[in-house]
């Protein structure tokens, strides 16, 4: 039997026993959901990504880096009970029979249909029922495993380099005055061409101290290529070890059992038989009287009241067989 506490709150004080915080029926009425990974799962994510990025490393100085591609979330253990509950008690439900440790007769006894004992309202202000039910919040805990993949990306290495470019240009004749043979010279500057010397593209020939031969045009330089990189391409995508990541959520729940609950107050138990009528053999009692029952204690056991007492149910007009009840009759 079940009953709504809402039932018994207008006329009961509820007192709650000892509820465990994990009960062997509760469960979750909600599953958990993923939170995501969090900042150490993705750490730990990462550090397989680099750890295999660096497999492909040769020391060549080309750079090797793992990126992390998340993938799917699988509930692996769970979800587990470890939090204080927080109980809805409008939703307590008492699961019977209720169990008085106080139980007193009310009122005068009744007769009902054609019963020929006496009855009376039977209350009790103090019991417990021995189960009971309820909804209520708390803490879960459980594992999720996370999925993941590293994109390992490659970016090709470039070292410094000077690129020497050699002079570009032509030796012309150089009027300095001395009285030489400009034709002579002018013929011998156009014999000076490129061709590999090491003294190519100097300001003069054949020497700074004979200058019959200037140089015109782009002399020497270097030119200087700083270190580059590529721009980084994908290379290989690898799958990493699953992580497992456990996670508390605040989830509803339903405790099928919450145990005893006991409670004080007003409670009508129910109509009992408290006067039982005369035997008309020998098998119960004596013969010609009343016994009174279920803790009545009034002076109404008697087939004079029997006559005159209330119905309760049913009325003169039910059938009965009176032939127990002493000097009974209509």
């Known amino acids: 039997m079940t009953r709504k506490i809402a039932s018994l709150a207008a006329a009961s004080a509820i007192v ?12 979750p009425t909600q599953e958990p959901m993923p939170q995501g990974p969090d900042a150490g799962t993705l750490a730990d994510m ?9 497999s492909y490393d040769t020391a060549n100085g080309d750079v090797w880096t793992g990126e992390v591609v998340l993938g799917g979330a699988t509930l692996v253990s769970g979800p587990t009970e470890t939090g204080p509950r927080t109980i809805d008690e409008s939703s307590i439900e008492l699961i019977g029979p ?58 090709k290495y470039y070292p410094a380099e000077v690129i020497h470019h050699r002079a570009v240009g032509v030796y012309v004749f150089n009027d300095d005055g001395t009285g030489n043979d400009e034709d002579a010279v002018r013929a011998n500057c156009e014999q000076y061409t490129d061709n590999g010397q090491p003294w190519w593209g100097d300001p003069y020939r054949p020497s700074p101290e004979n200058p019959r031969c200037k140089f015109e045009g782009t002399p020497a330089y270097d030119e200087i ?106």
């Open 16 to 27: 709650l026993a000892s509820i465990a915080s994990t009960a062997a029926w509760a469960v």
């Open 46 to 54: 990462q550090s397989q990504c680099d750890a295999i990025a660096a």
């Open 98 to 155: 209720y169990v008085p440790a106080t139980s007193e007769i009310r009122g005068d006894p009744f007769r009902i249909g054609g019963s020929v004992n006496l009855f009376g309202d039977q209350w009790s202000t103090a019991g417990y029922w021995p189960d009971h039910s309820y909804n209520y919040t708390a803490d879960f805990e459980s594992t999720f495993r996370y999925d993941f993949s590293c994109n390992i990306n490659f970016e």
């Open 225 to 330: 290529i700083d270190e580059h990189f590529d721009p980084p391409v994908l290379f290989a995508t690898v799958a990493g070890t699953p992580i497992d990541q456990v996670q508390t959520d605040n989830l509803p729940g339903f405790e099928a059992h919450g145990g005893r609950i006991d409670v004080t107050g007003e409670f009508h138990i129910g109509q009992v038989v408290v006067c039982i009528s005369p035997s008309s053999g020998n098998k119960k009692g004596n013969p010609g009287e009343w016994r009174q029952q279920n803790d009545y204690t009034g002076d109404k056991c008697t087939t004079d009241w029997f006559k005159v007492a209330p119905w309760g149910a049913g009325t003169e007009s039910s059938n009965g067989t009176y032939i127990s009840v002493p000097n009974y009759s209509l």
